[in-house]
């Protein structure tokens, strides 16, 4: 069954590698600390020093796993990164990336971020064959994948013929002694971005990272594409004819974060225009309009400015509760909201409130928020929802994968949501206005707002429909 903790949806990782700069250990440091908000669980970082391989990985966030002893440890001028929050595989140190594998013709590291739809079959099939698996992620079939040819051909070929037989979302870096590879999905489904920083490169899965270590964007990496960066500089191959661009469009919406630009928009900038959009579609009147810390603020903040209502601060985020706190029973997981969000009495007593959310998934946060606010005195409580109603799972590394845990899945009809969360309106944003935000582009994955897919599901969909919840 479901659980009903308050709790976020998740993306399942980043990646961060750079290549041809000294002390890339520490910069890969720096690089994940700026995606930390894409993996709390772990993180990792292998560096490569004379064709010698050095790891240092972790549960906890970034400052929790890394010092200045162990990042002095990993030398070297390429290394590859990442940080995580399980889907697919659960937690668990094993589970905790990069990975690293010995071979024949030479070992190797890679780092995933994404979902694998058919993993199933290509575990089974990988097993049937000799593979040892030491983890349940399913980033690890990528590696078996590269294994299974033993012969002296250059890596790239054993690499291209893997991600041919792989079905899914991967932002993917392998590291040998030499090269970095940094591959897409062939639906780009999820980011990855590379920048220059002095005679070297960096690889990021978003743009963010970027100033922080002092690189210059370059381009993305395109969808079925391999950028292979070394000594000579970079090189790219097409690993299929098929491709399509068909980004996440939760990645705007809710993962990334507002100064990474995902393809060519601004974050911040795709929010804000989400939020003018939500006033033309569905205005009110009220006193102020609130943002739900921290992904809302942006499209609060276009709400405000296209409605002409003033944008206050009317719920306050306590940055140090989350990922430690335990909710061992209902009682303290009620508790828990108002641990994380605070309203401020002060702002909303009284008021008419736009309270500006950027999705809805299993229903309790809204409902907690509102339940807050009124007894805050909050006189009216309008709930504007920057995104479509999330209507069906995701096979692609967001932490929602049942029909059972969605509220507008369990709910068909949308004014029974409202009247579940207890707000007096509830109004969520409609495709063509997400698509208008993203500047009139249709090349955006929305298959949890209408069930529709890019891939074909494999395996992924018959576990949702064994376990009743379709």
């Not at 940094?182 to 920083?197: E, F």
């Not at 609130?290 to 903040?301: E, F």
């Amino acid at each position: 069954m479901a659980n009903y903790q308050d709790r976020q949806i998740h993306e399942e990782c980043g990646v961060f590698g750079v290549f041809g700069v000294e002390k890339a250990a520490s910069l890969t440091y720096y690089g994940l600390h700026s995606l930390q908000h894409r993996g709390q669980e772990g993180c990792g970082i292998v560096s490569v020093d004379n064709r010698t391989f050095h790891r240092v990985k972790g549960e906890g966030l970034v400052t929790e796993v890394f010092n200045e002893d162990n990042l002095r440890a990993l030398t070297g001028n390429m290394a590859i990164g990442h940080v995580r929050y399980s889907t697919t595989g659960g937690g668990g140190i094993d589970n905790v990336q990069p990975f690293m594998f010995m071979h024949s013709t030479g070992d190797f590291a890679l780092a995933h971020n994404g979902n694998l739809v058919n993993s199933f079959q290509l575990k089974t099939f990988l097993e049937e064959r000799g593979s040892l698996f030491h983890s349940t992620s399913d980033s690890e079939i990528f590696a078996h994948l590269i294994k299974k040819e033993t012969d002296s051909r250059d890596r790239i070929f054993p690499i291209l013929e893997a991600l041919n037989m792989v079905e899914g979302a991967f932002a993917l870096l392998i590291m040998t002694a030499s090269k970095i590879y940094a591959c897409r999905d062939k639906h780009g489904l999820r980011p990855l971005s590379i920048g220059k920083l002095g005679d070297g490169y960096v690889v990021s899965s978003e743009t963010c990272a970027f100033e922080v270590v002092g690189a210059e964007f370059i381009r993305d990496v395109a969808p079925g594409e391999v950028v292979i960066i070394d000594v000579n500089g970079l090189q790219s191959v097409d690993y299929s004819k098929f491709k399509h661009y068909n980004m996440c469009a939760m990645e705007y919406v809710y993962f990334a974060r507002p100064d990474s630009d995902i393809e060519g928009t601004n974050v911040h900038a795709f929010r804000k225009e989400t939020g003018r959009m939500l006033y033309e579609e569905a205005p009110v009147d009220a006193d102020i309009v609130v943002g739900v810390p921290d992904s809302s603020l942006s499209a609060a903040i276009g709400y405000s400015e296209a409605s002409g209502i003033p944008y206050e601060m009317g719920l306050i985020k306590n940055k140090y509760v989350g990922r430690t706190f335990i909710q061992p029973s209902q009682e303290l997981r009620e508790k828990g909201v108002r641990m994380k969000l605070s309203p401020v009495r002060s702002i909303v007593e009284g008021k008419r409130l736009v309270i500006v959310d950027d999705s809805i998934v299993r229903g309790t946060t809204s409902r907690r928020i509102v339940k807050m606010l009124r007894q805050s005195g909050a006189k009216e409580i309008h709930m504007r929802i920057a995104s479509p109603a999330i209507t069906h799972p995701c096979f692609y590394g967001v932490d929602m994968s049942t029909y059972d845990e969605l509220i507008c899945a369990r709910e068909k009809d949308l004014e029974a949501v409202r009247r579940l969360i207890g707000a007096d309106s509830l109004v969520w944003l409609s495709p063509e206005a997400l698509y208008k935000a993203a500047g009139g582009r249709k090349e955006l994955c929305i298959a949890c707002f209408n069930g529709r897919y890019p891939t074909a599901l494999y395996q992924s969909i018959h576990d949702v429909n064994k376990d009743k919840k379709c």
